[in-house]
């Protein structure tokens, strides 16, 4: 029997704002906060409702019907989400329905829901060590644990990015299990639909994404030109019949429903007949991640070093699609080398504003590879180019800098013995106060 793991990711970048530089004063003027003047929250609240009303919605009350309807059946139908916390952080303030719908659709035992990034950050690629990505995938998973009160068990990074140093820190948090990509230069003559353990670790198995079969959904479903166009449920059901193996990873976005497919292509339609196509194939079920580790053995070792770090992204699969030009690798040093200030500072909203800057949808705006992959990069882009993302993340994270620069200086100085000074009948009038004090959980004040 082959299992079947469906896997949707869900997330919402925070998207910066693009005339920061123009309205930093007027902003300043009316009394915003810090982390107001750097994102463009105006737009991602527009983004997030019109994807929400596309796809979060009827995706999830598919899910729903899906897993009600097969719950009496031989074969019930089980899904696994990794949302990021940048997605239930917007979804609570902009559709809070769907928090309620995901919380429904955990009650009822057929959903695993997946560690990652509470940003859905690059963390794991920092040169100064991975402490502050193992911070990160701890405050998801007290999100994860606070919102559902469930304990994840099995890891995603940020767009599947993976080595054996990210394989290594899971195993330290508890996690027995990462979900990451199928390749083949990865796998040589073995196939993905094995479960694999992790190089480095004692327990960590690795659930293998099944890329041409994921694709043929997310990217080619509904492309008129494709040879298999169009693809119905019971044709992908053989496919998945003949594949063969202990477990096909099947793992897209879930905006791939609705958003990237509209509804108009029978993306949603196809997702209704899936289980009931995969039901009459003798040879299939369906089952969560830890289900399948747990009843399957390691057929073989994988060791991803992390000079050949791998990801799901665009068709070189590994880091450069967020960190290949000068622009990317520039921000994303500048960023990192932020870190022991920050952790210095040691202020709750100066390091969920830096964190914030951490999501790797800022570094993807900036990429300036060509064909296909910029076709992908460019649709998802707010930016009318790369140039822009860069000029827009540059002109925030130099203005950021500066409050760092000052706030460091400041604790340092304060943590510094008073020197005593001899009497004088002069005294020199006390300092101004400072024109930016953190004020709250990611504010500051004028």
């Excluded at 009600?68 to 303030?93: H, R």
């Amino acid at each position: 029997m082959t299992n079947i793991v469906l896997s949707f990711e869900i997330h919402q970048p925070r998207r910066l704002n693009r005339l920061f530089p123009y309205e930093r004063v007027k902003r300043i003027a009316a009394g915003e906060s810090l982390i107001d003047r750097y994102f463009d929250d105006k737009l991602n609240k527009e983004i997030f409702s019109r994807v929400s009303k596309k796809c979060y919605n009827p995706t999830l009350d598919i899910l729903s019907e899906l897993i009600k309807n097969s719950s009496s059946t031989d074969k019930p139908f089980k899904v696994s989400l990794g949302m990021s916390g940048m997605f239930l952080y917007q979804a609570a303030l902009y559709e809070p329905q769907l928090v309620e719908k995901l919380k429904a659709l955990v009650a009822t035992g057929n959903v695993e829901l997946l560690g990652g990034t509470y940003y859905h950050s690059l963390a794991s690629l920092s040169s100064t060590g991975l402490n502050e990505f193992i911070a990160q995938v701890k405050e998801h998973k007290d999100l994860i644990k606070q919102v559902f009160g469930y304990e994840v068990r099995v890891f995603e990074n940020t767009e599947y990015i993976y080595n054996n140093d990210v394989a290594r820190a899971a195993e330290s948090l508890g996690f027995h299990g990462v979900l990451t990509e199928g390749l083949t230069r990865l796998l040589e003559w073995r196939s993905p639909t094995y479960i694999y353990s992790a190089v480095g670790t004692e327990s960590i198995k690795l659930l293998l994404r099944h890329f041409v079969l994921s694709d043929d959904i997310a990217f080619r479903f509904s492309l008129r030109t494709w040879s298999e166009y169009p693809l119905s449920p019971e044709k992908y059901a053989i496919w998945l019949s003949k594949t063969g193996g202990d477990v096909i990873l099947i793992a897209v976005d879930i905006e791939t429903f609705g958003e990237h497919h509209w509804a108009d292509t029978g993306i949603f339609e196809f997702l209704k007949g899936l289980p009931d196509a995969v039901a009459k194939m003798g040879n299939l079920t369906w089952a969560t991640p830890s289900e399948v580790i747990s009843s399957s053995p390691a057929s073989g070792a994988i060791n991803v070093p992390k000079e050949k770090t791998i990801s799901w992204a665009d068709v070189e699969k590994d880091c450069t699609a967020w960190i290949d030009n000068s622009m990317q690798r520039i921000s994303f040093d500048r960023l990192c080398r932020l870190e022991p200030y920050v952790k210095e500072i040691n202020d709750a909203g100066v390091t969920k504003l830096w964190r914030f800057l951490q999501q790797s949808d800022h570094f993807y705006y900036m990429s300036t590879k060509g064909g296909s992959p910029e076709a992908v990069h460019s649709y998802f882009s707010p930016y009318s180019s790369p140039a822009e993302a860069f000029a827009t993340f540059d002109s925030i994270l130099s203005d950021f800098e500066g409050k760092i620069g000052t706030l460091y200086y400041r604790v340092k100085k304060s943590k510094t013995p008073a020197t005593p000074t001899p009497p004088t009948t002069f005294q020199k009038p006390s300092q101004p106060p400072p024109r930016y004090t953190p004020s709250g959980y990611g504010t500051y004040t004028k």
